[in-house]
């Protein structure tokens, strides 16, 4: 059988999990979230009473939570909730409404409760409008847990695509042969994706060729300046003996009667330049 005061007396003088001490001043608070007002005492011991009420938020939406002696035998329908309204006189009407034969102390309680939980939640949206730094707490374990986590999963993520890659190798080559059934599918798509890749990289080097002047006819252009220069050279060298041959006669020097030695024009066959030719007379010692 269901009694109050038997309930009190074991949760006062004995244990109770909800009971919070403070010795400095000396006063009992509960830790029940059905607890109307927070105090550790027989009105407000939510576990004692077997007619209780309170106020609770959630996410914004207060609810009225009662409690009867005639749904005390299943505790799981034992608490009735009630959801109120947005409208601050409408809630009160409510709670008037839901608990008009309750006891007075009981009403007011809860309706006080209500009014403090409509304070709680304007101050709350009041600061969330406003704008400024934020505190954030940082767990440090937790954060260096995470931090390991991250470098084990990046060292198996490298080790894993390295495995893939020389797998994929070796398929390319025919290592395996059919020994291993693999999808097929799924292969050639890597391979297909792998050969657009290289298009794009061929196509990447197209667009960075650079266009320069061809160099073959300027190399062609300077070796017929260079055989030009070469049979100009050889033409004064031959008009040099030439004078100097006509010279040696004139004076009527012995090494005049030697015909001039033929040199080999060191012109190709195939130069254009203009030909000099020479005609040289020789006179006998004895006709003069």
């Known amino acids: 059988m269901h009694n109050d005061e038997t309930l009190w007396h074991c949760l006062n003088h004995d244990y109770c999990s909800f009971k919070v ?3 400095t001043p000396k006063q009992n ?9 927070g105090l550790c005492n027989k009105v407000s011991c939510p576990l004692a009473n077997s007619q209780y009420a309170t106020i609770l938020e959630e996410e914004g939406v207060s609810f009225l939570y009662m409690k009867t002696v005639e749904r005390a035998h299943t505790p799981k329908y034992m608490w009735e909730r009630v959801k109120l309204s947005r409208n601050y006189l409408q809630a009160l009407e409510q709670i008037s409404k839901h608990m008009e034969y309750w006891p007075d102390h009981m009403i007011n309680r809860c309706k006080q409760r209500l009014t403090k ?9 009041k600061l969330s409008m406003k704008e400024g730094p934020r505190l954030v707490p940082i767990k440090k374990k937790t954060e260096r847990r995470e931090q390991t986590r991250e470098l084990k999963a990046e060292t198996a993520a490298k ?12 398929l390319k080559q025919g290592t395996y042969g059919d020994i291993y059934n693999f999808p097929q ?3 050639d ?10 298009e794009e990289s061929e196509e990447e080097d197209e667009d960075e060729t650079e ?5 073959g006819d300027s190399d062609d252009f300077s070796e017929e300046e260079d ?7 050889g033409e004064m060298e031959e008009l040099d003996e030439a004078v100097r041959d006509m010279e040696d006669i004139g004076s009527g020097r012995p090494g005049a009667l030697r015909p001039p030695s033929k040199k080999r024009r060191a012109s190709s066959s195939r130069s254009s330049g203009p030909r000099v030719e020479l005609e040289y007379e020789e006179e006998m010692e004895g006709g003069r």
Not at 159 to 170: C, F, G, N, S
Not at 211 to 215: A, L, P, Q, T, V
Not at 227 to 233: F, G, H, P, Q, W
């Open 29 to 37: 608070f509960c830790r029940n979230q059905y607890n109307v007002t």
């Open 117 to 125: 939980i409509r304070q709680m939640l304007i101050r709350m949206r």
């Open 185 to 187: 599918k799924q292969f």
């Open 21 to 23: 001490k403070i010795k």
């Open 211 to 215: 266009f320069i002047e061809d160099m």
């Open 189 to 198: 798509n890597i391979l297909n994706q792998e050969g657009e890749a290289q």
């Open 159 to 170: 080790v894993d695509l390295a495995i893939e890659k020389e797998l994929l190798e070796r």
């Open 227 to 233: 055989e030009a220069e070469v049979e100009k050279l």
